[in-house]
Each structure stands twice: as C-alpha cells, then as structure tokens.
C-alpha cells in the first residue's frame, strides 16, 4: 500500500521560513517525479514546484510565484522529498500536497506542472501565513 505523508505546516508570519517534508512508504521514490502542490480555500490544486527523478534529463520545475522563494529538494535514499519555503506571503496560505507521479526525466514542464500526471497523492499539511 502506497502512502505519502506531509509535515511541517503550521502557522507562521509573513516573511518567516517554513520546510515542508514528505515521506514515501510502499514505493520507491527514486522511481518517480515528486511534486508539491496546493490549494487554497474556495480555489483549485495549484503546482507549487517538481523534481525529475535523478538521472538523464532530470529537472526541476517551479511555479511562477514560487520560483526565487521556495526550493524542492529529494532524498531519495530516505524516501522524502522536501519543499523549503522563505519569504513567506498571506497568499503562501493553503493545505500543501506531494505527489509521485511516473513522469519521464525527457518529457518537458508541461507535464510537470499537471496534476493528472501524479499518481499518488498525501493527505496534506496547512500552512496558515499571517501578515
């Protein structure tokens, strides 16, 4: 039985750091492409950041308002995945997800940043931003 799980959320102030971790069981995660994602109340799941598994082509991906602010990293040993987050905003806030999706390292972002390409999913953590 595959199951992922999420740590690390909590309440914080704007411009704090938080480091989310995600850790893998019944499954390899040198297998796969891990992603963080998000969803704020009343909005849809967004792509947050994502992380080719390692090797020929492998890549790392990120959303707009992401990018210069939050790093994805993996431990593939470990089985985790992390999502370091600095400069923490009052929008930053949402329930964040990861997930392991069998992408090709070859394929381009636009399969990264989908979230019917993940085929397994955690239940998620909070992250509440205050300003």
């Known amino acids: 039985q595959v199951q992922l799980v999420e740590s690390g959320g909590g309440p914080v102030q704007a411009g704090d750091s938080l480091r989310l971790s995600c850790t893998g069981s019944?499954?390899?995660?040198?297998?796969?492409?891990l992603a963080w994602f998000r969803q704020a109340p009343g909005k849809e799941r967004e792509f947050v950041a994502a992380?080719?598994?390692?090797?020929?082509?492998?890549?790392?991906y990120y959303s707009d308002s992401a990018k210069g602010r939050f790093t994805i990293s993996r431990n593939d040993a470990s089985n985790t995945v992390y999502l370091e987050m600095n400069g923490l905003e009052a929008e930053d806030t949402a329930v964040y997800y990861c997930?392991?999706?069998?992408?090709?390292?070859?394929?381009?972002?636009?399969?990264?940043?989908?979230?019917?390409?993940?085929?397994?999913w955690g239940q998620g953590t909070q992250v509440t931003v205050s300003s």
């Open positions: 992380r080719a598994r390692d090797g020929m082509g492998s890549g790392t």
């Open positions: 019944g499954l390899s995660f040198s297998q796969y492409a």
């Open positions: 997930a392991a999706g069998d992408i090709s390292p070859l394929l381009t972002s636009y399969y990264y940043i989908r979230a019917s390409e993940y085929h397994f």
